[in-house]
Each structure stands twice: as C-alpha cells, then as structure tokens.
C-alpha cells in the first residue's frame, strides 16, 4: 500500500522539478544585443570641410567672333577648307563664300559635310534664310544640319511661314516638335546651339541608348534633352543602324540659305 502511493507522488515531484527547471532557463536567458544601429554622423561646422580644389577647370577664352578657345573651327569665312562634297570626298565643298564671310548653298551641287567626324559634340550654327522671298511651307528657306551624318536638326524659314509642325525650324525632322518658333524675320540671322550625345550600340549592332538633343534658337530652349528616335527619314519610319562617330552634313535642299560662324567643341 505505502509503495503504490509513494511512486506517483515522486513522479509527480519529478514533473514538478523539470518545469520549473526551464521556466528557470528561460527567466535567466540574456536578451541579444542590437548591433545594427547606426551612430549619427556629426554635424559639419567648417565651410571648408565641403570646398572640392581639385581637378581645377580649363580657362576658356574667347577671340573677337565670340569662338570658344577650345572649339574646332569649321567655317570662319574664308574658305572651305574643313568640308567636302558628299557626292565625292575628293571634291572641295562646292558652296560659295560671300565677300561678308559667309557661305550660301548652290542649289544642284548637293550637300557638303566636314572631313572630321565627331560623337558627342556642342555645336554653334548661325544660318540665314534667301532674302528674296519665295515659295510656301517646306519651300521657303529649307535646309538641315545632320548630327553625324544620320539626325537632321531642320532649318526652314519658320517666319511667318506655317508648315508642319514637326518639320518647321529647330524640328528634329518628321519626330520633335519644337517648344517654340523663335525664328526672327527673314532679313536677321538665326542662331542654333546645339548640345548633342550620341547613341550607343552593343556588339550586335542593337541600339542601348538613343542619343539626345539639346537645341537653343535664339537663345530660346526648343528642343529639351530631346531623344532621337533613329534617322530622320522623309517618308517612313526612323532607322537604327549601329555607328560610330560621323561628319556634320548641310543639305543642299535646292534654296539659296546661307552660313557663317560654324564651330563645335568635343564633349
């Protein structure tokens, strides 16, 4: 009788002191440290600790046509030197140079391009329409400059002068709009600055990124970091051949609109 009761109440005692034994555990375990915070940089009291000397800007100077020290100069209306013919590169450019030092396009000789090729470029332009003028829309002062040969910034005799939209002055030929027609009157000079990036290809020849255009009329912002869609072709859709860095071309679009004061600089 004594041992029938004694063995559940040891049991029962032995129960007893396993659970305790681990809730004991668990009250007497350390919490885990929390190590990732960040400590708080200290404040910055010296204006010196954020002046950056180093590398130091190129000094750029300009001479009496407002040219760039550190420009390529491609026409100072003299001569024809840095451009040829694209029908055949070993013709000179066949334009005339006027006695005010500018060139004008000889309707039927067709369009001339610099011997250089560039990529990413800053280009200076100023242009003037025929100061007779004749015809309507895309035939009054048309001409173009073509980025590497392939991207074609429109000039047109945009004053006054309704056309398409996306082919009057400062377009990016048939895909930009311009933001505005800041084209002066026909007997004034217009003057295109033009920030350009060219695009990128991978080894297969498929396009990664579309180059971009920057181009200010007169001062006037018209095209806003604009993205080529591929060439500017006159009937269809843009094109997207790989490339690599290409001439500056003005067309010979039949009209007598003439040039002065071409430079680029190399980005």
Same mark, same amino acid.
Request: glycine share 8%; proline share 6%; hydrophobic share 35%.
């Given at each position: ?13 032995? +129960?007893?002191?396993?659970? %305790? ?23 910055? %009291? ?7 000397? $180093? ?18 100069? +491609? ?17 000179? &450019? /066949? ?33 003037? &329409? ?5 015809? $309507? ?33 400062? &377009? ?5 709009? /311009? ?28 396009? %990664?990124?579309? &180059?971009?255009?920057?181009? +200010? ?23 997207? /051949? ?24 190399? +980005?």
């Amino acid at each position: 009788m004594n041992k029938k009761f004694i063995v559940p109440f040891v049991a029962a005692g032995l +129960l007893f002191s396993c659970d %305790t034994s681990e809730k004991k555990n668990e009250e007497t375990t350390a919490p885990v440290e929390d190590t990732t915070a960040v400590e708080k940089e200290a404040p910055i %009291t010296d204006p010196e600790a954020t002046e950056v000397w $180093e590398p130091e800007p190129e000094v750029v100077s300009f001479d009496e046509n407002n040219v760039p020290s550190d420009a390529v100069v +491609l026409f100072n209306g003299e001569n024809l030197d840095a451009w040829e013919s694209t029908k055949d590169s070993v013709v000179n &450019a /066949p334009w005339q140079i006027n006695k005010d030092g500018s060139m004008t396009v000889v309707g039927g000789t067709g369009d001339i391009q610099t011997k250089e090729s560039f990529g990413d470029m800053q280009l200076h332009v100023e242009w003037q &329409a025929p100061q007779v003028v004749e015809g $309507e829309g895309q035939g009054r002062g048309n001409s173009g400059i073509f980025l590497q040969g392939l991207y074609e910034v429109q000039v047109l005799n945009s004053f006054e002068n309704r056309t398409y939209s996306n082919g009057q002055a400062t &377009a990016i030929y048939k895909q930009s709009i /311009p933001l505005a027609n800041a084209t002066k009157p026909t007997e004034e000079w217009q003057a295109y600055d033009i920030i350009y990036h060219q695009p990128e290809f991978d080894a297969d020849g498929n396009k %990664t990124k579309a &180059a971009t255009v920057t181009v +200010l009329h007169n001062g006037v912002l018209v095209q806003d970091n604009t993205e080529i869609q591929g060439t500017t072709e006159y009937i269809g859709k843009p094109k997207n /051949p790989a490339h690599g860095e290409g001439p500056i071309k003005l067309q010979d679009h039949g009209n007598p609109v003439s040039f002065r004061n071409i430079w680029v600089r190399k +980005l």
